[in-house]
């Protein structure tokens, strides 16, 4: 059993960067897809991005295409969310999880993902 948990959330102004970071403690994450996902208030989740499991394949939403990049480093443990260029509708709690497809893809269904963890907030304002 993964036990998740993220970090590098924050306040940033907009135009700014963060890179949350997805940590395993217990288990490792090398058989896991990993995903992002986030929820605002009021909002319903949304998938963000997701990695295969030996991160050849990634996938991004539109809305954070070409700004957000998602990476793995398997010798730690941790999987990368680095966010470029965040506005203000980026502001959600994300949320790292994992689960384990048979073969080395990622997608971007929160009903795929068994294992989750409690969420980092990223707030961008002035």
């Known amino acids: 059993q993964l036990q998740l948990v993220e970090s590098g959330g924050g306040l940033v102004q907009p135009g700014g960067s963060l890179r949350l970071s997805c940590a395993s403690s217990?288990?490792?994450?090398?058989?896991?897809?990993i995903a992002w996902f986030r929820q605002a208030p009021g909002k319903e989740r949304e998938g963000v991005s997701c990695i295969s499991q030996s991160g050849a394949n990634t996938l991004y939403a539109d809305s954070v295409k070409g700004r957000f990049t998602i990476s793995r480093d398997n010798a730690k443990n941790t999987v990368y969310l680095q966010m470029n260029s965040l506005k203000p509708e980026d502001t959600a709690v994300y949320y790292c999880?994992?689960?384990?497809?048979?073969?080395?893809?990622?997608?971007?269904?929160?009903?795929?993902?068994?294992?989750w963890g409690q969420g980092t907030q990223v707030t961008v304002s002035s």
């Open positions: 217990g288990s490792t994450l090398d058989y896991y897809a």
């Open positions: 999880a994992a689960t384990v497809y048979y073969s080395d893809y990622a997608r971007l269904y929160d009903y795929e993902y068994d294992q």
